[in-house]
C-alpha cells in the first residue's frame, strides 16, 4: 500500500535526490587555499569529478578520498578534473591534504555554510556537513552521472569510471567519422 503513514514517513526521512544527469551543474566559485578560489566554469572544456563528502579527517573520507588521489591517473587519462568538497575551511583543508598527499583540490564550502552543496542537494542540513554525493559533468558542463551514497559507505569509484567512459573522448569531439 503506497501513500499510508508509513510510506509517508520513509519520504518524510529519506534524504534528497542528487541533482540528476541532463541539467546543467550549478556554477560556483569557492576557496581552494586561503588566496586563491576555483570556479566551476574555468574547467569546461574537459569532465569534472566532484566529490562531496563530510568532513576531513574523518575515517570513511580518508578512504574514499585516498581511492579517488590513487586513480588520478586514470582520471587523467579521460582528461577529467577532479574536485573534492566539503563545509571544511580552507586551513583545515590544507592540513588534511597535506597529511593524506592529496594532489587534487579540496574546495571550501564553508561560509555560506553548504551552498554549493545545498545547490547539488547534497547537504545534510540537520547535521551541518556536506553529503557523501559524486557528480560525473560531461565538458559542456552538463550533469551527466551523480550518485548518493550512505553517509557512512565509501562509494568507490567504479561509477565514476563508467560514467567517464561513457562520453565522449575530448579528442574525438569534433573529429570526423
Same mark, same amino acid.
Given at each position: 500500500?503506497?501513500? #499510508?503513514?508509513? *510510506?509517508?514517513?520513509? $519520504?518524510?526521512?529519506?534524504?534528497?535526490?542528487?541533482?540528476? @544527469?541532463?541539467?546543467?551543474?550549478?556554477?560556483?566559485?569557492?576557496?581552494?587555499? &586561503?588566496?586563491?578560489? !576555483?570556479?566551476?566554469?574555468? !574547467?569546461? #572544456?574537459? &569532465?569534472?569529478?566532484?566529490?562531496?563528502?563530510?568532513? %576531513?579527517? @574523518?575515517?570513511?573520507?580518508? %578512504?574514499? /578520498?585516498? /581511492?579517488? *588521489?590513487? !586513480? /588520478?591517473?586514470?582520471? $587523467?587519462?579521460?582528461? =577529467?578534473?577532479?574536485?573534492?568538497?566539503?563545509?571544511?575551511?580552507?586551513?583545515?583543508?590544507?592540513?588534511?591534504?597535506?597529511?593524506?598527499?592529496?594532489?587534487?583540490?579540496?574546495?571550501?564550502?564553508?561560509?555560506?555554510?553548504?551552498?554549493? @552543496?545545498?545547490?547539488? *542537494? =547534497?547537504?545534510?542540513?540537520?547535521?551541518?556537513?556536506?553529503?557523501?554525493?559524486?557528480?560525473?559533468?560531461?565538458?559542456?558542463?552538463?550533469?551527466?552521472? @551523480?550518485?548518493?551514497?550512505?553517509? %557512512?559507505?565509501?562509494?568507490?569509484?567504479?561509477?565514476?569510471? =563508467?560514467?567517464?567512459?561513457?562520453?565522449?573522448?575530448?579528442? *574525438?569531439? #569534433? =573529429?570526423?567519422?
Amino acid at each position: 500500500m503506497t501513500g #499510508g503513514p508509513e *510510506n509517508r514517513a520513509q $519520504q518524510a526521512t529519506s534524504p534528497p535526490a542528487p541533482l540528476a @544527469s541532463g541539467i546543467p551543474a550549478p556554477d560556483f566559485a569557492l576557496a581552494s587555499g &586561503p588566496d586563491s578560489q !576555483l570556479r566551476l566554469s574555468d !574547467l569546461r #572544456g574537459r &569532465p569534472v569529478i566532484l566529490v562531496f563528502y563530510p568532513a %576531513d579527517w @574523518s575515517p570513511v573520507c580518508g %578512504d574514499e /578520498l585516498a /581511492l579517488f *588521489n590513487e !586513480l /588520478l591517473p586514470e582520471f $587523467q587519462r579521460h582528461e =577529467a578534473e577532479l574536485v573534492g568538497i566539503s563545509v571544511d575551511g580552507v586551513w583545515c583543508h590544507r592540513a588534511y591534504a597535506d597529511a593524506r598527499h592529496l594532489r587534487f583540490p579540496l574546495l571550501a564550502d564553508f561560509e555560506p555554510k553548504g551552498a554549493v @552543496s545545498r545547490a547539488y *542537494n =547534497a547537504y545534510r542540513a540537520r547535521d551541518g556537513f556536506s553529503d557523501r554525493a559524486l557528480f560525473v559533468l560531461d565538458q559542456d558542463g552538463i550533469i551527466r552521472w @551523480s550518485y548518493l551514497s550512505p553517509v %557512512d559507505v565509501n562509494p568507490g569509484a567504479d561509477g565514476v569510471l =563508467a560514467a567517464l567512459e561513457a562520453l565522449p573522448s575530448p579528442a *574525438n569531439i #569534433g =573529429a570526423p567519422s
